[in-house]
């Protein structure tokens, strides 16, 4: 299996840090980015298989903003989006599909979780 490159997109450190020991686990080229601009700029320079991505960020873009920003992009066909969000109610899910999110995990999420939503993600691109 070929490695696969995930941007990790969270502005929270310890959270970053969290989702990157976790996936360090499995054969993944990892990437992070701190805020909307520059994980929109990463992304076009990595041409990541998947993004995590935070929903609530600081700065011009959050989460949903970037996902939509992503999917109008062409060139960014096959990518893979899981947003990560601390809100689950109902509207705030289907704000993320609307966005165009493959996938959606709440906060908090176990590093079991984490690792079984990303491979399964990974897996279903090809």
């Known amino acids: 299996m070929s ?7 969270e502005d929270q450190i310890d959270i970053r ?3 990157r020991m976790t996936l360090e686990m499995g054969e993944h080229e990892l990437h992070e980015a701190a805020d909307g601009e520059s994980a929109l700029a990463q992304a ?27 999917r109008a992009d062409p060139r960014h066909a096959g990518l ?3 947003l990560l969000s601390a809100r689950g109610r109902s509207e705030d899910l289907e704000a993320g599909r609307q966005a165009g999110a493959d996938a959606c995990l709440v906060k908090p999420f ?17």
């Open 44 to 70: 076009q320079a990595l041409r990541p298989d998947l993004v995590l991505l935070d929903v609530m960020m600081p700065g011009a873009l959050d989460g949903l903003e970037v996902c939509r920003r992503l």
């Open 110 to 126: 176990s590093p079991i979780d984490l690792l079984g939503r990303v491979e399964a993600m990974l897996e279903a691109g090809g």
């Open 80 to 82: 893979k989006v899981l």
């Open 17 to 19: 840090r969290f989702i």
């Open 3 to 9: 490695i696969r490159r995930i941007l990790i997109v």
